[in-house]
Structures are given as structure tokens and as C-alpha cells.
């Protein structure tokens, strides 16, 4: 590190520094906030907390609560845990997502080094994966994503070990297998990373056998708990992490997501691109593997309803390793330090591009985030009083508020809804519970006096059951708020009349 000019390193410690900030900021907010910061967040936390009160996670939907649990088991029983410890429940979710994070940033400097032997290289893949947008922005909720991928990314540096600086150690196999099962268990969409390492593994001749025991190990390993479980809760688990998770896919959606995509890391893709035909080669083509099935595994499921941008986290990890790798391979510091006018030279741009865009798309994305926390805090604080109810079950569309003032979901409408229009879930049990006036609190964002939402991304109610409200239940008051405006409060009616103002 010693021949880089005075100019540069100062310039690069710079940088390291803005990336430094920007996660102190992240982590900052993640202890100071009391609400959810991201939308699922509390769903997440809601899910951990009935496991860690009653020991649910799994449930049948054909009685309350009606709600899915998409996930794999490994964050909801570590967030659990850490509740249990006395921890509040999202930060206890936070503290697993910043622990993956670290382990992230660190992972991608071993990853670089051993493909570059190279400190810069590998600094520089650091930075920019910090400075990417979505790593800091989903590195501090507590969500499952960020662990699922430092496990991904454990997989593929011990295979990177095994394969680039100890071939004969078969110990660094095995480890990648059990980090890309750990993997699998917290998400059950992360197979880019054993997928590549078995494809890698089974097109080099000295290492096909290995590539079927890993293929087994993973994959047999992953069915024999899915199953197993299944079997034990009388099909719940694959009903939940499969079945009742396929939502609706849309078009605008997966537009969405390229469209950020590409204002985010499109400039990494350059230099990428720049040095393609040097990557493809020996052990530099491992990680350009890896990243294409991370992109393939992205656009299969990126256009799901309700997704977000930490589908992008995986491959953006990625692409600053393939940047990383890229760079040393066109010999750009080298370039850079002694002065020469070569082209490659020119690449600093993308990269100073990508550090300044995305800082520049994560300020108001942070001011945002503190607004809303003010927002959420207050958004609770005029909801609670609808909550005391007792036991009976409400139906509420905030979940930040739950947390805050019941501790357990009763109703997710949105899925409930999904599930219900595809014939998975019969309305009618829940219908009736309305006609009845069963249920004394339902949250709404919507005027029931008005027709029925179109969107399918605002939760709602099945038709019938929206039916039943405007025959049973009352105008009770509206409470404004951060998401989709707030939400409209109704009641039992004393008789059964029509909605009142």
C-alpha cells in the first residue's frame, strides 16, 4: 500500500471515512428507534415474539392468527432468543442484521484477497459494498435478508479457499456446506450460492465427486429438515414457506426494481464489463458464476407483490467483489499509481460515481427514516387507546402499533387476502366473526362509504368480508398516519346498520 501517491490514499481514506459515517449513522438509528424502520420489520418481530411468548411460529390459517410465516426458522429463533434475554424486540432483530453486515464487509475483504492478493483491491471492494445503498440501508432492520447473505457469502469464501489456496483442504468444503444449509434456513430463495459452487465444482474434473457430496450434503440436508418439520406440524411449515408465499407477480414491479438496480450499481457493471475477458478465466471466473445466478434467482422473484429492494442485497455484494476483481485484473491501481494515460485510468469514474450517487440516493432515504420514526411514534401513540379490547382478536393494518400495544397479530390482511382470492384460506369463518360484531376493532386504509381498493399492494379485506363490515360495523374515527394516509377506525354497530359518518 505503500506506492500509491499521497493524492490517492488521501482521496481513498476519504471515502472510507463517508463509508464509515454512513454505517455509524445506519447503526445509530437502529438503537435510538423505537419503531419499525422498514415496512415487515414488525411483522418479522411480531412473528418472534408469539414464538418466544407461546411458542407458535408455523400456523394451520384455518383459525387465528391468520398469518404467514415466509421464513425459514434460523432468524425467528435467534430473534426470539435474544427477546427472551430481555432485549426489545427489534433491536434484538437490528443487532442480528448488523452482526451479518460486518461479517459481510469482512467476508468480501478475505473474498478479494484471496482472489487478488491484493490490499487495494480488496479495500476497495469494501467501500463500495458499504457505500452501495441497500448493504447499510436493509445492514440495521431487522429483517432476515442480511443474515441469509453473510451466510452466502461464508459458502462461497470457504469454497473460494478451497479451491484457490487450499485444494487439499477438504475441511473448507464441508464448512461452505454447512453455511450455504445456514443459508437456506434463514431464506429459503438464497440458492445462488450453492447452485454456483456445485456448478463450478462439477465442471472441474479433479472435483465432480466432491460437487455430488456437496450437491447431497446441502440440497439432502435442507429436504430432510424441510420435510421432517413438515411432518411435524402436520404440514404447516411448507404451507407457510411455500405454498402461502407465492404471491401475485406484476410486471410494474420487476421495472421497479431494474430501474433502481441500475441507478444503484449500474456503474459497477462497467467496470465489470471492462474486464470480462481477463475474469473469465481460471479461478477469476468463480465469482462472475456466482453473481449470474444471484442475477437470475433476482429476476425470478424480484416481481413478487410486496418486494423491495432488499432482494438486490446478494448481488450487490457480489458486484463489488466482481468489481474488485475486475480491477486488479486490469492491473487499474497499478495505472492509477504511476501516472499512465491508459484507459484504464478512466474507470475511477464509475467508481467515484457509484460512491457519490449512492450517498447521494441514502440522504434523504436517511432523513426519511428519522422523520418517520417521529411519525411512527406518534402514529402509536393515537392508536393505542383502539386496542384495549381484551383478548378477542382485532384487525389492524398497522403492525409497528401492535407491537407497541398487543404483542401478538391476530390478521395479516394482506396475505390474508392473497390467499383468500386464490382458494387457499375459506373466508367464510371470518365473515361470520363479522356479522357477529366478534370482532371489536377493525383498521382499515380505506373509506368503506367509497368502492373497494384496486391496488394490489394497499392491504384490504376480501370483498365478502368488506361486505359484512358495511352491513355490521361503524364509523368509529380516522387517525392519520405515514402509511398509505393512515387508517379508518370501525366498530360493532349496536344493530345492523350501514356505515355511519
Known amino acids: 500500500m505503500d506506492q500509491a501517491p499521497v493524492w490517492y490514499r488521501r482521496g481513498f481514506f476519504a471515502i472510507c471515512a463517508v463509508a464509515a459515517f454512513v454505517i455509524a449513522a445506519h447503526i445509530a438509528l437502529a438503537f435510538w428507534a423505537r419503531n419499525e424502520i422498514a415496512a415487515a420489520e414488525s411483522i418479522i418481530a411480531l412473528h418472534s415474539m408469539m414464538l418466544a411468548q407461546s411458542g407458535g411460529l408455523y400456523y394451520s390459517n384455518q383459525a387465528y392468527p391468520y398469518t404467514v410465516t415466509p421464513y425459514m426458522p434460523v432468524f425467528y429463533l435467534l430473534e426470539a432468543a435474544l427477546f427472551r434475554t430481555g432485549i426489545p424486540i427489534f433491536l434484538a432483530g437490528r443487532l442480528l442484521s448488523i452482526a451479518a453486515l460486518f461479517g459481510i464487509l469482512y467476508l468480501t475483504w478475505k473474498i478479494v484477497l484471496l482472489y487478488t492478493r491484493d490490499r487495494w483491491c480488496a479495500g476497495t471492494a469494501v467501500v463500495l ?7 447499510p440501508g436493509w445492514g440495521t432492520i431487522g429483517r432476515v435478508d442480511m443474515l441469509a447473505v453473510c451466510f452466502s457469502i461464508a459458502a462461497f469464501y470457504f469454497y473460494a479457499r478451497y479451491t484457490v489456496a487450499e485444494p487439499a483442504a477438504a475441511k473448507n468444503l464441508a464448512w461452505s456446506a454447512v453455511f450455504a444449509f445456514a443459508s437456506l434456513m434463514t431464506k429459503q430463495t438464497l440458492v445462488a450460492a450453492p447452485a454456483a459452487i456445485c456448478l463450478l465444482l462439477f465442471f472441474r474434473k479433479d472435483t465432480r465427486v466432491r460437487a455430488i457430496q456437496y450437491a447431497v450434503a446441502v440440497a439432502g440436508g435442507a429436504a430432510l429438515v424441510t420435510f421432517g418439520t413438515d411432518w411435524l406440524l402436520h404440514g404447516r411449515f411448507l404451507f407457510n414457506t411455500v405454498f402461502a408465499n407465492v404471491n401475485p ?20 457493471l462497467v467496470v465489470i ?74 474507470l475511477q469514474l464509475p467508481l ?13 432515504f436517511f432523513q426519511s427514516r428519522v422523520v418517520q420514526e417521529f411519525e411512527m411514534d406518534d402514529y402509536a401513540r393515537r392508536l393505542k387507546p383502539y386496542y384495549a379490547s381484551g383478548d378477542r382478536p382485532v384487525i389492524a393494518m398497522d403492525f409497528n402499533s401492535l407491537i407497541r400495544s398487543r404483542g401478538k397479530l391476530d390478521v395479516e390482511p394482506l396475505i390474508y387476502t392473497i390467499l383468500v382470492n386464490a382458494g387457499r384460506i375459506d373466508p367464510e369463518p371470518m365473515r361470520k366473526d363479522i356479522e357477529a360484531g366478534a370482532i371489536p376493532v377493525i383498521m382499515l386504509h380505506q373509506d368503506l362509504a367509497k368502492p373497494n381498493l384496486t391496488d394490489p399492494e394497499i392491504p384490504s379485506l376480501p370483498a365478502p368480508l368488506l361486505a359484512a363490515m358495511r352491513n355490521r360495523y361503524e364509523y368509529a374515527g380516522f387517525v392519520p398516519g405515514p402509511y398509505f394516509g393512515g387508517v379508518y377506525v370501525y366498530r360493532p354497530a349496536n344493530a345492523h346498520t350501514a356505515v355511519k359518518r
Not at 129 to 135: K, L, M, N, P, R
Not at 253 to 263: C, D, R, W
Request: aromatic share 10%.
Open 249 to 268: 407477480f406484476a410486471a410494474e414491479k420487476l421495472q421497479q426494481h431494474a430501474e433502481f438496480y441500475f441507478i444503484s450499481l449500474g456503474q459497477l
Open 352 to 364: 467515484l460515481i457509484h460512491v457519490v450517487n449512492n450517498v447521494r440516493i441514502m440522504i434523504p
Open 129 to 135: 459494498c458499504a457505500c452501495t445503498t441497500v448493504v
Open 273 to 346: 464489463f471492462a474486464g470480462l475477458s481477463k475474469a473469465i478465466r481460471g479461478h477469476f471466473r468463480d465469482p462472475l458464476v456466482y453473481l449470474g445466478i444471484s442475477f437470475a434467482v433476482l429476476a425470478a422473484t424480484a416481481g413478487k407483490i410486496g418486494s423491495d429492494t432488499n432482494y438486490h442485497i446478494e448481488s450487490a455484494v457480489l458486484i463489488a467483489i466482481c468489481t474488485a476483481i475486475s480491477l486488479h485484473l486490469l492491473a487499474f491501481h497499478s495505472h492509477v499509481f504511476r501516472g499512465s494515460k491508459a484507459w484504464i485510468t478512466l
